[in-house]
């Protein structure tokens, strides 16, 4: 049964579409994420929910919009795709607390705008 | 701005051959130091967090270390099978909830 889980796996597309990625866990926890790894992979924030209130929003495009219907799930939909949204995405979860929590990954879904 | 520089990019070993892979980080206040293992086409696998300087972790053949500016992962008689690109990440104690900011990653090949 897999902990994080994000659908779909692969998303091709043409630029200017909308597009969403969808992201599950069923770890329980009260947190969870939002990473981009580009083509050098490197792994950077981009949005973290914690049960359902957002809390990070690092310096992403708007056209990027993060939505959390409960703290099982958190979902990212994108308007108007440009060539350079092409990246690797993927959703973690975290329980809250003071003293480092891991986080677990999905296994991330490569979108490639054409 | 938290900081997270991972050395080397590559590194390519015989099975056998014991190594060192670096992490070196600049944090306002370390809250945890994490490392991950992530295989191609997979999301980051958890391996080790550490908390203070002096720290240490093992697991298998991998060994992870912590002083307060870098960090070590050692591997030990590495195998096929620990081929994959090892991330060192931190949690920043100011910073807004549990987020990590990652280095670049070491990719390490261990051949037969």
């Known amino acids: 049964d897999t902990a994080v889980s994000q659908t779909p796996k692969y998303l091709v597309t043409q630029m200017g579409n909308d597009k969403s990625i969808k992201c599950e866990q069923n770890?329980?926890?009260?947190?969870m994420y939002w990473y981009k790894q580009d083509s050098k992979k490197f792994l950077k924030i981009m949005f973290s929910?914690?049960?359902?209130?957002?809390?990070i929003n690092e310096t992403v495009p708007n056209r990027f919009s993060p939505k959390s219907p409960d703290k099982a799930h958190l979902n990212l939909h994108i308007n108007s795709l440009e060539l350079g949204d092409s990246a690797v995405y993927f959703c973690a979860s975290s329980q809250a607390g003071h003293r480092g929590e891991k986080l677990f990954f999905g296994s991330g879904t490569q979108l490639s705008v054409l | 701005e938290d900081q997270v520089t991972q050395s080397p990019e590559a590194l390519r070993l015989q099975e056998g051959e014991s190594s060192s892979l670096n992490c070196s980080y600049t944090v306002s206040g370390l809250r945890g130091l994490f490392w991950y293992r992530q295989d191609p086409g997979k999301g980051p696998e958890f391996l080790f967090t550490?908390?203070?300087a002096g720290e240490e972790k093992e697991k298998e053949r991998l060994k992870a270390t912590l002083t307060k500016k870098e960090s070590f992962l050692h591997i030990t008689a590495p195998k096929p099978e620990d081929s994959a690109t090892y991330l060192c990440a931190v949690q920043d104690s100011k910073a807004a909830g549990n987020k990590l900011t990652f280095g670049g990653g070491t990719r390490v090949l261990v051949k037969p």
């Open positions: 929910y914690n049960n359902k209130e957002l809390i």
């Open positions: 770890l329980g926890h009260d947190t």
């Open positions: 550490l908390y203070s």
